[in-house]
């Protein structure tokens, strides 16, 4: 505990540097503009940073990258609450009170109780991220390649899932993404695959040319087509939380810190789960259920709390087992990757000061949302109301060399001008992107995780089923699959109400 | 999470589209050369992946065209028309971007004219028809100009000369 809290200031000291402090005070802006933005995402906000930084030591690139993501998320809510259009879907949950509350005349009462859980949900995360990185990290070392093998396979299809509203479409994402991974050299023989002679093709889509296009340039496009409307906001009040507002609802707070972490950890799902799922449990649990969307103060406190929880929990399984817990997290761990920090389940015994320089670097960033929250109000409605003809092509610019500067090479840009047109045409039917990016990111520990396990077991399937944890995971895994089939989610919502009538009588 | 949902025959030509997707997976992953001379066998062939992929994508497209079709797709069927009036935002943004990322960019421009010529028409482009109701068209042209011209220095500068990134 002790050793914890002294890496914890150890680490922040390292970033007091006016350097890192103006690195960490500019991307927080940039993100907090980034969110409020309708159309621009946290996702492709730490994309496009990511290629920014890729000069610069990696501990200064990665506090940038995190002030960007927690400044996003928390951007978010602004456009939500002042126009009820969420800046980022983790914000989506946040119009049903936040604009409520400003079309009463409270929207500054709104921006500060948005403003209060996005701090508080980060810093219950991050108190999340401190203690149990270590303990996950811990469980890790007894991952092997079976367990791998079903955590890759887990996180797509928890991911598809949960994020966007049809399974199915989530399921199909995610395993183009996994097939997407194994496009170029395989692991074993540097036998080409899918490569079609293209000799750009055999070193595989690097990520963050994929992400910029599906997350960027699909963004654009998306914006692009249709007409602008004229931006309209309302007179509002101050700003500054009021403290009566989280010591009422402290029990909501605690809670959705809680589920926002929890939802975070879990592979590939993401901020706006978390929001949704705070909001849902804090209405549940809540004495004035009829005042969750008509102005709500519990009800925006939850979502806003959840959803900023959920951002150093979707960075626990980044450190701990590689796998991002978000889209965003996707990139941070190509970037961390980029920058020779190797997260895995090694990173407690060979880089434990990392882990409290990331503990330190959201500390930082909750403190940046905080300051930003408490002054910016007015310039960023000025930035609210700035065309999307003027922003969007910049912001192409910016993709075309985002992709660019990673590799140095064209052809990056070309992979991102196709993952952009064929994100586009995804989201038009309905499929969400975020498993397409986790399974882009998962498909290399997936491949290399069945194939090794094969080799070990010299064929045989059986131990992808027999050793304890990965029968677990493969117990989840076909359980996600076969709840989302009708006869049996029917069947096993009539058992657990039978179930919890038999244990209420005996109660 | 409230997104609208694409009707039963919009799903049937997704799932279609889809289906011709993941067979051509399934065939290429069969037809990958099994390496056996390198004494590789079934399980650690290059093709076993893709392959589980390709077929796993197979069914799953199997489900969504059977659900397309249970849900009346075939009763509603309305083939897309593609009417430039209606998309003409979408079409212009696309084709301006392509021309300027293929052809500009990767043709060897200088990076920052590239970019200033791709802001100023795109901006000019879509604020035409405001400029020209309110008569200002000329204004509305140098506005852009200059606004192409300051946005791709400022890029160029940020990247280049304060974080040192290089450039196309």
């Known amino acids: ?278 909001y849902a449990a804090a209405k549940r649990a809540s004495k004035e259920k009829e005042k969750f969307g008509k102005g709500s103060i519990e009800g925006l406190m939850a979502a806003e709390t959840g959803d900023n929880a959920c951002v150093p929990g979707a960075v626990i399984p980044v450190l701990t087992l590689a796998v991002p817990g978000s889209a965003p997290a996707a990139v941070l761990l190509a970037a961390m990757l980029i920058h020779g920090v190797n997260p895995g389940p090694l990173i407690m015994i060979e880089n434990p000061k990392f882990v409290y320089d990331v503990v330190a670097m959201m500390f930082i960033a909750s403190v940046g949302i905080l300051l930003y929250g408490l002054t910016l109000t007015r310039p960023l409605i000025w930035v609210l109301q700035f065309p999307k003809t003027l922003i969007m092509p910049v912001i192409f610019v910016l993709c075309v060399v985002g992709s660019y500067a990673i590799a140095q090479r064209m052809f990056d840009v070309y992979v991102m001008l196709a993952f952009g047109v064929i994100g586009f045409a995804l989201r038009q039917m309905n499929f969400p992107m975020a498993p397409l990016v986790l399974g882009i990111v998962l498909g290399d520990l997936l491949e290399k995780s069945l194939r090794r396990g094969l080799v070990l077991s010299d064929g045989d399937l059986l131990p992808f089923f027999t050793r304890p944890i990965a029968f677990v995971m493969f117990v989840l895994v076909a359980s996600v699959v076969l709840l989302n089939v009708p006869i049996v989610h029917r069947a096993a919502s009539t058992a657990w109400s039978g179930a919890m009538r038999a244990f209420g009588r005996a109660g | 999470m409230d997104d609208e949902k694409p009707s039963p025959f919009a799903d049937l030509l997704t799932g279609a589209a889809w289906l011709a997707v993941s067979v051509a997976i399934a065939i290429g992953a069969w037809n990958m050369d099994r390496l056996e001379r390198l004494a590789s066998t079934w399980h650690t062939a290059p093709g076993l992946v893709p392959g589980m992929l390709g077929v796993a994508l197979i069914f799953m497209s199997g489900i969504l065209i059977t659900r397309a079709l249970r849900g009346g797709a075939l009763q509603q069927i309305e083939l897309p028309r593609i009417v430039f009036a209606d998309h003409w935002r979408l079409i212009v943004s696309l084709s301006i971007g392509l021309f300027y990322a293929i052809f500009l960019v990767a043709r060897g421009l200088p990076f920052w004219v590239a970019s200033a010529i791709y802001i100023s028409v795109m901006v000019f482009v879509f604020q035409f028809p405001e400029r020209r109701e309110a008569g200002q068209l000329v204004r509305g042209a140098v506005i852009a100009v200059i606004y192409g011209i300051i946005m791709s220095l400022a890029i160029h500068y940020l990247f280049q000369d304060l974080f040192l990134v290089r450039l196309p």
């Not at chain 1, 496009?221 to 700003?239: G, H, Q, R, S, Y």
């Not at chain 1, 500054?240 to 975070?264: A, E, H, N």
Request: aromatic share 10%; charged share 10%; hydrophobic share 50%.
């Open chain 1, 1 to 278: 505990m002790l050793d914890g809290l002294l890496g914890f200031f150890s680490s922040l000291m390292g970033f007091m540097t006016p350097m890192s402090l103006a690195f960490a005070l500019g991307s927080c802006l940039a993100g907090f503009v980034i969110g409020a933005l309708p159309g621009l995402t946290a996702t492709m906000g730490v994309a496009l940073m990511t290629t920014l930084t890729i000069t610069l030591p990696a501990n200064q690139a990665l506090l940038i990258l995190i002030c960007t993501y927690v400044g996003a998320i928390y951007g978010g809510s602004r456009s939500a609450i002042l126009l009820n259009i969420p800046g980022t879907p983790a914000s989506a949950a946040s119009c049903l009170d936040g604009h409520a509350l400003a079309k009463r005349g409270e929207a500054g009462r709104a921006m500060g109780i948005a403003t209060s859980g996005s701090v508080l949900g980060t810093w219950i995360g991050m108190l999340a991220l401190a203690f149990f990185t270590p303990v996950l990290g811990e469980m890790a070392l007894k991952f092997g390649a079976y367990e791998f093998f079903w955590l890759a396979t887990f996180g797509v299809v928890i991911s598809g899932n949960l994020t966007g509203n049809d399974p199915l479409k989530g399921w199909m994402a995610g395993f183009f993404g996994l097939f997407i991974a194994t496009i170029g050299q395989d692991a074993l023989y540097a036998h080409n695959r899918f490569t079609f002679g293209f000799h750009d093709l055999s070193g595989g889509i690097s990520l963050v040319p994929a992400l910029v296009g599906a997350f960027g340039f699909a963004e654009v496009l998306t914006v692009m087509k249709e007409a602008p409307t004229a931006v309209k906001i309302n007179t509002f009040d101050t700003v500054i939380p009021r403290i009566k507002d989280v010591l009422q609802y402290w029990r909501t707070v605690i809670r959705s810190g809680l589920i926002g972490t929890g939802i975070g950890i879990i592979p590939g799902v993401g901020e706006d789960v978390a929001a949704w799922s705070s």
